[in-house]
């Protein structure tokens, strides 16, 4: 027997009403080909991926500073699917980098006083910002690397992290529309 459309509509928003939480990782299509990506201030750093098939391969697009909730992937490829998925650190920061600047490169070297880091986070805070910005990322057991200056970052703050990951996000896709 063919279910009535008033019928349908009222088991439609029965299924959609309730208690179910909002998802706390989400990607928004706003134009044709940018993405924004979404998730609540857990007061974390953030990790976010991407890739075009969900299997992956995935490559980082950026590491953000905590209390950014947000990211905009903009200028995409149109008709093209794109998965994300993010992850939280965090991290003890240390004080004790050594930083050599040589024209315009900056060589940094540390002890490596932590037995199970997922890696290092190199973060800049440039000279006016009122926050660190991640800027390089090193595998695990590394004590150096080196960073190229842009113009006027010669007097920045430096700092240091020792990487723990949190769990990774459920993957979330959108599909790029038609370029216009």
Known sequence: MPVKPFVLVALLAAGCSGSAPAPSFTATLTTPTDIV????DDGAGHRIEYANDPAGPWTTLRFLPAHTTSYHHPDLIPETPFYYREQP???PVSTEVRTVV???TATFTWADRSPDEA?????????????YD???????????????LLPG???????????HYGPLSPVVHQTTGKER
């Open 37 to 40: 990506l979404s998730w609540p």
């Open 134 to 148: 991640p800027v390089e990322v090193t595998e695990p057991n590394v004590t150096t690397c080196a960073l190229s």
């Open 119 to 131: 890696g290092f986070l190199l973060e800049i805070r440039r000279p006016g910002a009122p926050d």
């Open 153 to 163: 970052e010669e007097k920045s703050a430096y700092r240091l992290r020792a990487l």
């Open 89 to 91: 650190f965090t991290g």
């Open 102 to 104: 040589s024209g315009d």
